[in-house]
C-alpha cells in the first residue's frame, strides 16, 4: 500500500517520463523535417523508451492499489536552434529525470515503504545508462563540430548507434 504522499511523487513522475516521451517525440519530428532520418530514428527509439517508463510506473501503481493519474499533454517546443542544442537539451531533461528519481528514492527510504524502494532500484540503473549514452553522444558531436557537412556525420553517427541498440535488442530477445 503507498502513502499518499509516495502515490503523488509517483504520479510526478509518471507526467515527467510523460512529458519526455512527447519532448522526444517533438524532436523525432524537427530532425525528420532538417532530412536528418537517423536522428530522427533515434529521437523517436528514445520517445517509446520514455512512454515505457511512464508505464512500467503506471502499472507499478496500479499493482499496489493506488490509482495512477494519465498526465496532461504540455506542448513541446517544436524548433531547435541545432541539433547539438537538442541533444543538450536531452542530457539536460534526462539529468533533471535522474535527480527527481533520487528524490523519490530518498522518500522512499524515509517512508521504509521497501517494495518502491525495490522498484525504483530499475530506474536508477537506467538513469545512469541513459545519461552516460547522452555524455557520450555529445563528447562525438563535439569532436565532429557543427555545420552543413558536419550535420551528415552526426546523422550517420546516431543512425550507428540506432544499429547497435537494435542489434543488442535483438541479442536480448533471442
Ligand atoms: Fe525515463 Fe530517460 O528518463
Redesign the pocket.
Known sequence: MLSTKMEEALNNQIA??GY?SFLYLSMASWCDTEGLDGASRFMHR?SQ??LS??MRIFHYISEVDGHPITPSVNQPPLKFESVRAMLQQVYE??QK??NSIHKLVALANGESDFTTLHFLQW?ID??RE?EALMRSILDRVKLIGEGPQSLYYIDKELERINEVEEAAEAAEAE
Do not use: K, S
Request: avoid cysteine.
Open positions: 515527467l517520463e519526455a528514445q523508451e520514455e517508463h511512464m531533461h534526462e529525470v535522474t530506474y537506467e538513469q541513459e
